[in-house]
């Protein structure tokens, strides 16, 4: 029996390791959820597993809001409620009594706004 040295090369290239799909993840959904993956995928022109692929490359999943910047938060709305309080003391008394509690109030809600930009 010959052997043949030069075979024919046609056919698919061989793919490289970054490039096969080796992973396999299974997914449960609710009903709603699995009938809107596929809606959506139709309505792309694509496959299900090629629109998940796409959504993990260029999807944004924001962070959950930690511990700090919810006191920063309650902090924000318990200025509101001080700043409502001064507008109606202005209000009965007269904008003058009330301008230096107005610039006080003022600093703290910049510091709390910094510390916010700061921590997020």
Do not use: W
Not at 8 to 22: C, D, I, Y
Not at 33 to 59: D, P, Q, V
Not at 70 to 78: A, K, P, V, Y
Request: proline share 2%.
């Amino acid at each position: 029996m010959k052997t043949i040295k030069n075979r024919n090369k046609n056919g698919r290239p061989v793919k490289g390791l970054s490039e096969k799909k080796a992973y396999k993840v299974t997914v449960k959904m609710a009903t709603e959820e699995f009938y809107t993956l596929k809606a959506k995928a139709k309505e792309a022109g694509i496959n299900r597993c090629e629109f998940i692929r796409c959504c993990i490359r260029s999807g944004v999943v924001r962070q959950r809001i930690t511990p700090d910047l919810m006191t920063h938060i309650r902090q924000l709305c318990g200025m509101a409620n001080n700043v409502n309080q001064i507008a109606r003391t202005a209000n009965a008394t007269g904008y003058f009594d009330v301008h230096q509690r107005c610039l006080e109030m003022n600093e703290r809600i910049g510091k709390v706004i910094k510390q916010i930009d700061n921590d997020g």
